[in-house]
Structures are given as C-alpha cells and as structure tokens.
Antibody
Framework: EVQLLESGGGLVQPGGSLRLSCAAS????????MNWVRQAPGKGLEWVSG????????YYADSVKGRFTSSRDNAKNTLYLQMNSLRAEDTAVYYC????????????WGQGTLVTVSS | DIQLTQSPSFLSASVGDRVTITCRAS??????LAWYQQKPGKAPKLLIY???TLQSGVPSRFSGSGSGTEFTLTISSLQPEDFATYYC?????????FGQGTKLEIK
C-alpha cells in the first residue's frame, strides 16, 4: 500500500525557515517524480515544486523560486522541502504527492501538514 | 506559465443530474490534463489523467474529454458522494498549474 506521510509543519515567524519531510512507503520511491502542492486556507490548490527520481531536475512555481528547495534521500525514501524567507502568503497546508508517471498527474497524496507564517 | 481557467466556479445540482465542468488552457497542452476531486479536509483524489483516461477505481459515471486548450469533466448521474470541489491540472510543462476549482454543491 502506498503511503505518504508529511511532517515538519508548524508556526514560524515571517522571514523564518522550516523544513518539511515526506516519508514514502509501498512503492519504488526512486523511480518517481515527487511533488509538493499547497493549499492556503479556503483557497485552491497551488503546485509548488517537483523533483525527479534521481534529483537531477527540480522545478518550482514562480512564487517560491529562490526561497524553497526540494530534495530527496532515496536511501531513506524521504522527500524534503526546505522553505526559507517565509512570508504570510506561504501559510497553507502542504501536501506531498507522487507522480503517476511524468505528465499523467498525481496519483497518491499525503494527508498534508499545516505551515502558518505569522508573528 | 500556462494558465487554466475553470468554469463555472460554483455549480448547484441535484442527485441524478448530468453536470459538465470546463477547463480552458491559455495555450495548447495536447492531452496533458488531469482532473481531481477534493472533499473538505481531505487530500485531492486523481479522477482522470491524459484528459480522458479514468484512474483505477474511479466510477464510470466520470468521464473526461478534450485536447489542445479546451477540456471537460462530465459526471453522468450525480451521486451524493460527488458533491465536492473539482480541479484540473496541466502536466504539459512546468510549473504544473491547477485551475482555480469548481465547487459542486447540492441544490
């Protein structure tokens, strides 16, 4: 059974940093592109970042480029999102999600972790 | 970046109705489009990928069509569990943007 479990969310002050983790199980983690998608309270979905299976390629939304960094440890089956220079508008539930295959969509999602940026 | 515009943003319908949601892309994306269903407090669920391919386990009352810049999601006969918010997502190029969502409510 595929499982994705995010952790690391919490309350952080504007300008601060936070690292999210997503522990994966039940599939060949290194074979799949992994993604971060976020959802601000009461708002729609926003794709944040994607990272290839080998970590050779990373992609980011314009809204987080230069501030957020995706990485993965295939030996630990874990995906990370390092978030720096956090802003109030980064407040959201952050989901990790697995690619079905490249260009096909996201077939498995975690339960999400809430990040609140506030003073 | 490719923009996706869904219409309508809100839809009120009854059990048994046939409903259609449209997603328009700001430029051609072939059939690199997925549809998701999200219920309150839950993660999204993949319904359709490649514009028209039903994800495993998704009821056949859901169908998708389209290519290029215009796509539709159709629910042939609404069931009580279908009242949710629906999103399209383009996978043609990064960033893999989502539409703004369509909230389907019970009339």
């Amino acid at each position: 059974e595929v499982q994705l479990l995010e952790s690391g969310g919490g309350l952080v002050q504007p300008g601060g940093s936070l690292r999210l983790s997503c522990a994966a199980s039940g599939f060949s983690f290194s074979s799949y592109v992994m993604n971060w998608v976020r959802q601000a309270p009461g708002k729609g979905l926003e794709w944040v970042s994607g990272i290839s299976g080998s970590s050779s390629r990373t992609y980011y939304a314009d809204s987080v480029k230069g501030r957020f960094t995706s990485s993965r440890d295939n030996a630990k089956n874990t995906l990370y999102l390092q978030m720096n220079s956090l802003r109030a508008e980064d407040t959201a539930v952050y989901y990790c999600a697995k690619d079905l295959t490249v260009t096909r969509g996201l077939d498995y999602w975690g339960q999400g972790t809430l990040v609140t940026v506030s003073s | 970046d490719i923009q996706l515009t869904q219409s309508p943003s809100f839809l009120s319908a009854s059990v048994g109705d046939r409903v259609t949601i449209t997603c328009r892309a700001s430029q051609g994306i072939s059939t690199y489009l997925a549809w998701y269903q999200q219920k309150p407090g839950k993660a999204p669920k993949l319904l359709i990928y490649a514009a028209s391919t039903l994800q495993s386990g998704v009821p056949s009352r859901f169908s998708g069509s389209g290519s290029g810049t215009e796509f539709t999601l159709t629910i042939s006969s609404l069931q009580p569990e279908d009242f949710a918010t629906y999103y399209c997502q383009q996978l043609n190029s990064y960033p893999n943007t989502f539409g703004q969502g369509t909230k389907l409510e019970i009339k």
